[in-house]
């Protein structure tokens, strides 16, 4: 004779609707007085009894039981759209494009309690041939930080991201440094083109493209103070960014720069063409103060001004517009100081680094074709 459950151990039903075996238990009251009642479904009694055992092993865990469809895709999902919530927009937009490009596609519609190491070192690997080792890295961080938000909330034991390690990826595309001819050829070519003062300012401050692109005209002294003590030249400050809050990127980004002659001559130029545009689009002009602007007054973003820079560069003689970005106006401006000896401590001053590391190892470019140092160095050495 089978023996009688006792009253609160549970059951064991087929659920017509479902077509399943439903197997259930109770675990007391919560504090409202509502019943506790813990679920485990199986198309056969051993399998509802199974999952019912690990739905209970997961409650003495201390953890709430995730509903079973909770996929990562909607992992993601919630981390993107509530995980974010003081990130920059754009940051935002960036990370929800890689997401629904890379993550979602491969893994979204994984069950986040099934995701395993194996799927996820899989995934990596499999886009290793096509991603750089820093895009991969990000990759990882998203789903990291996704999974981390999920658990946090009970909807997953562990997060098995974080035990996965980060393959190398596709060697990226170096960057690189304008020689002086390249950079005159490019100056003298920019002379006709909208892009022309803020071409001219890149590559002869090197400021970075976000620290130019919120530049307002109440940051720039065209004039300076020639009867101060000392004296002051003209000059921009590069105080602002299109980064979040409007900072720039570390402490010491924040500067004031001295403008070159050919800056100065190219930014008087430039407002005097901006009043004539000011003047053509009337009551479209948006008013921001802004130095570099659209044909309305508004910001250009960073896809306008690779346009334009890469338009300049396609009437440059031996130069392939494609294989260059703005930002290597700002390497060429240290490759160039470099090469004509100024020391790089002072360098990195006026790029706004916090030490000469990254000047040297990522910004500065050999750009003379021999390296006459050591040779010059041994002659007069050996002079005798």
Known sequence: MTKRRSRGDGGLHWDDKRQRWIATASLGYDPSGKRIVKRGSGKTKTEAK???KEVLRDHEDGLAIAPTGYTVEKAVTDW?????TEVD????????N???KHVIPALGARKLRDLSADDVDRWLTSKAPELSTRTLRLLHSLLNRSIRRAMARDKVKRNVVELCSIPKGREGRPSKALTLAQAEAVLNAAEDSRLHAYIVVALLTGA???????????HVDLDGSPDAVPVIPPHIAVWRSVRAGGETKTRKSRRTLALPGRCVAALVEHREQQAHQRKAAGARWKEQGLVFTSDVGTALDAANVRLYFRRVLGEVKGMAPEEWTPRELRHSFVSLLSDSGVPLEEISRLV?????AVTEEVYRKQIRPVVQTGAVAMDRIFEG
Do not use: F, I, M
Request: proline share 3%; net charge neutral.
């Open 50 to 52: 199974n999952k019912l």
């Open 89 to 96: 927009a754009a940051t935002v937009a960036n990370y929800t």
């Open 98 to 100: 890689l997401c629904g």
């Open 208 to 218: 970075r493209t976000e620290e130019l692109r919120p530049l307002t005209w109440d």
């Open 352 to 356: 706004g680094h916090s030490g000469t």
């Open 80 to 84: 993107l759209t509530y995980g974010l």
